[in-house]
């Protein structure tokens, strides 16, 4: 096991990460950008070092001052959370040419799941089912006559894609120019490959993801899915599990392959294989994520397994000591994201309290919240023993949550809450663009 490990990341999910390694015995070290020199994640870490100014490229995209922070403190492993370089192959390179474990699947496999359209093929031939789409773009001619074969409505999506960046949905021919051109410029901004190509678009659908776990054996198992459809400019606001729409049988069909899809790439470490999911129940492979997702708490709550504590153990050799068979689902959890509308100062902070309420945050009364980076200011996560009461308890814990001087969404997501296709279970990917 690690004696010091150097988290690469910063607020919510770096408070997350140490608190894990506290729990097990192992030291922290912290990087910070200038603008996050007072942030609790600072505060809470053994060792703390100053990487870089304001902007990303200088600080927590700065691959080789994070790496030289490690080898300077005597870190042993790397955990890159979520965003930033969690899902950079040639990060996880840099780390392994230094004897840094980088806490995630190895640098070969992140690359594997970085290119859309490679990944998709590898899926295909291990049996698990992929949207219909086309093979890397050459040209407008090219993308207007895959679009024909595959019928309209499609997507143009970028290789190197992920948040929601360098995705245009192109209804008829007419459109294809302007939304070809729109993504390729995206996708060069955003990730440095403008690659693209087409996907077949299904509506009215539900995103729906699987967690796993797997070990150096090649043990594997999967820990539910999660109900990611309440999405705005294709960014997630609100997730739960188990998913209101997901049947016992498809369920099991989900599972089988999300655990087909670890296998398939050779996968180590915690991950995600995210689905969109038809009216009807047949699915489809979108991609798979190479790291630890904003919303595994709502995992964690209906589990009891604590997946930061399982990424640390699984990194440094440890199997698995658990089957699919022993993973028990306890009940319903809900989670929602509390984001910032515009930097400012807490004035004043109160968190929810009571019976599996959970606010993983980095805020504390007086922090001023950067303008330089995500607008996330916590999550809150509610576990109950059925739906309807994991609903109420979610509302009842909105209400209660108070973020004075902060400028937010807690009104937007008690808004959510109170429609009645969110209440009755029955919403889809159209949430926002559908009269409720």
Known sequence: MFS??????????????????????IETVAVYSTADAESLHVALADQSICIGGNELSGSYLNANAIVSAALITGAQAIHPGYGFLSENADFAQLCAQHNLVFIGPSADVIALAGDKEQSKRVMQTAGVPVIPGSSILADLDSALAAADEIGYPVLVKARSGGGGRGIRLVKQPSEMQKAYQAAIMEAESAFGDGAVYLEKFISPAHHVEVQLLADEDGNVVCLGERECSIQKHNQKLLEETPSPNVS????????????????????????????LMDETGNFYYMEMNVRLQVEHAITELVTGIDLAKWQ?????????????????????????????????????????????????????????????????????????????????????????????????????????????????????????????
């Open 4 to 25: 010091k490990i150097l988290v690469a990341n910063r607020g919510e999910i770096a408070i997350r990460i140490i608190r894990a390694c506290k729990e097990m015995g």
């Open 248 to 275: 016992a049988e498809t369920r099991k069909h989900l599972f089988d392959a999300g655990i087909r899809a670890a296998k398939a790439v050779g996968y180590v470490n915690a991950g995600t294989v995210e689905f």
């Open 312 to 436: 640390i153990r699984i990194a440094s050799g440890v199997p698995l000591d658990y089957r699919q068979e022993n993973i028990i689902f306890r009940g319903h959890s809900i989670e929602c994201r509390i984001n910032a509308k515009a930097s400012g100062r807490v004035n004043f902070l109160h968190i929810p309290g009571g019976p599996f309420v959970r606010f993983d945050t980095c805020l504390w009364d007086g922090y001023t919240v950067p303008p330089y980076y995500d607008s996330m200011l916590g999550k809150l996560v509610v576990q109950a023993g059925t739906r309807e009461e994991a609903v109420r308890k979610m509302r009842a814990a909105l209400c209660e949550l108070v973020i004075d001087g902060v400028p937010n969404n807690i009104e937007d997501q008690i808004e959510i809450i109170d429609t009645g296709s969110f209440q009755a279970g029955t919403y889809n990917l159209n949430f926002f663009k559908e009269a409720r």
